[in-house]
């Protein structure tokens, strides 16, 4: 997706390892956010930022933490990976005028093993 | 919190006709509402908007017809082609929560050849 990028795009770890995955983003856009998919679940929002060192929780942030140092740059950390943490991670973007909903990444495939 | 769920988890349709799928919310704040597209190993994009103050609005092939009375809104695809499989999801919104939206689960649409 043009102007977000999320890496890695797959990654398998072990239990108990911690985890980073990054977005990083070209658009300037002052809001970014993170959520995992799940079938059945949908989307279920983790973390959202709306702005450098501004960050919140979402409906399921525990066992994550994020952090934004940078406008363009958004990390959400496994402090020690689950086997329940085994998911699809979105990276999403918007302004603040909500015109238009998200741009969202490609996502990161994440294996807990 | 919110809810927005969707009539049917999977629909086939052949090539060519139309398709309808359909999203109930129940935050009858709502006021604004975004379908959503997602291919395989792709990020959701953006299809189509509206808002609470109408209740259609077209685009290219697609329709989004919103019913406030019983909190239902619909996409509405025109002569369905191969590219339109995909796992389709609407995303509510209301002022009052800001940028944050809420999605449901998502319909997987299947064209036939």
Not at chain 2, 25 to 33: I, K, L, P, V, W
């Amino acid at each position: 997706d043009a102007g977000i990028t999320q890496s890695p795009r797959h990654k398998v770890t072990e239990t108990g390892t911690p985890v980073t995955l990054r977005c990083h983003q070209t658009e300037n856009h002052r809001y970014m956010y993170w959520y995992r998919q799940d079938p059945g679940h949908g989307l279920r929002l983790i973390h959202y930022s709306y702005g450098v060192k501004d960050t919140d929780k979402g409906e399921v942030s525990d066992g994550y933490s994020v952090s934004r140092s940078k406008t363009e740059d958004f990390l959400l950390t496994l402090e020690s990976a689950t086997s329940s943490q085994t998911s699809v991670y979105f990276c999403a973007i918007s302004e603040p005028d909500r015109i238009y909903g998200y741009t969202f990444g490609s996502g990161t495939r994440l294996t807990v093993v | 919190g919110e809810s927005v769920g969707l009539h049917l988890p999977t629909l086939s349709v052949q090539e060519g006709d139309n398709s309808i799928i359909n999203c109930a919310y129940s935050n009858s704040a709502s006021d604004y509402f975004i379908w959503y597209k997602q291919e395989s190993g792709k990020g959701p994009q953006f299809i189509i908007d509206i808002r609470s103050n109408m209740d259609k609005r077209q685009g290219q092939r697609v329709t989004v017809l919103l019913n406030k009375t019983v909190k239902h809104l619909s996409l509405q695809i025109a002569a369905t082609q191969p590219g339109d499989s995909a796992v389709y999801f609407c995303a509510e919104n209301t002022l009052s929560t800001g940028n944050q939206f809420y999605f449901g689960t998502g319909t997987s649409l299947t064209v036939i050849p």
